[in-house]
């Protein structure tokens, strides 16, 4: 079965590959401060959909509260080493499985 990637815009991405779904900084907004989503709908409902959710940095628009309120509950989340201590509001994002990493970690989904 090959390799499915769907670009969302900017840094948000759906891997699929063996029936396992990645997320890649997800950004559902048409509009962050100063960013505008200048091409292209907003992403559907089937892209909040996510095995695993990849958060890579903790910009705004990479860890984007209100788009990761939107992720299922019980959804991996893998986050920087010390995310949650730096950006409270991703504590009271109630039912996402938080996961702490750091270069070179390796999770199996």
């Known amino acids: 079965m090959p390799v499915e990637v769907t670009w969302w815009g900017h840094a948000t ?3 699929e590959d ?3 779904r990645v997320l890649t900084d997800p950004l559902f907004a048409r509009r962050l401060a100063h960013l ?5 709908a907003l992403p ?3 892209a909040h959909r996510a095995d695993v959710v990849l958060v ?3 910009h ?9 309120a939107r992720l299922a509950p019980g959804t991996r989340l893998l ?3 010390g995310a949650p201590r ?3 509001g991703l504590r009271r994002l109630g039912g996402l499985r938080v996961t702490e990493v750091m270069p070179g970690d390796k999770i199996a989904v």
């Open 18 to 20: 063996s029936n396992t």
């Open 13 to 15: 991405c759906t891997i």
């Open 86 to 88: 730096a950006v409270p």
């Open 79 to 81: 986050v920087p080493r």
């Open 36 to 40: 505008r989503r200048r091409r292209g």
């Open 44 to 46: 559907s409902p089937d």
């Open 60 to 68: 705004a628009d990479h860890l984007h509260l209100a788009s990761l």
């Open 56 to 58: 890579s940095h903790l």
